[in-house]
């Protein structure tokens, strides 16, 4: 299983930035997707997840009405778009798939964000 997640980069506080994580090597549809961020001398905290069929998302109370997690299963890819960013949403970008069957994890490499004027 391969994940690639990319679109971070530099935007201004009040920016937008969505950032995708795109699957391979295993049936995207069945797994659950999760977007985490790790900021410097923090540890990695969840952000948003998505059901496999994507009726179902969760969102940290930080994020809440200012990120949206979604998912195309027929481009085997998750989204994370990003409004209102502040600085503290400057971070390392993570997703992470999840079988729900087997509980198995697969992450990807990580996207930077910097939210900063």
């Known amino acids: 299983v391969q994940l690639q997640a990319f679109g971070g980069g530099l935007v201004q506080p009040g920016g937008s930035l969505r950032l995708s994580c795109a699957s391979s090597g295993t049936i995207f549809s069945i797994n659950h997707m999760y977007w985490y961020r790790q900021a410097p001398r923090k540890q990695r905290e969840l952000v948003a997840m998505i059901s496999s069929g994507g009726s179902t998302t969760n969102y940290a109370s930080s994020v809440k009405g200012r990120f949206t997690i979604s998912r195309d299963n027929a481009k085997n890819t998750v989204y994370l778009q990003m409004k209102s960013l502040k600085p503290e949403d400057t971070a390392v970008y993570y997703c992470?798939?999840?079988?729900?069957?087997?509980?198995?994890?697969?992450w990807g490499q990580g996207t930077q964000v910097t939210v900063s004027s």
């Open positions: 992470k798939s999840r079988n729900p069957r087997t509980a198995n994890d697969y």
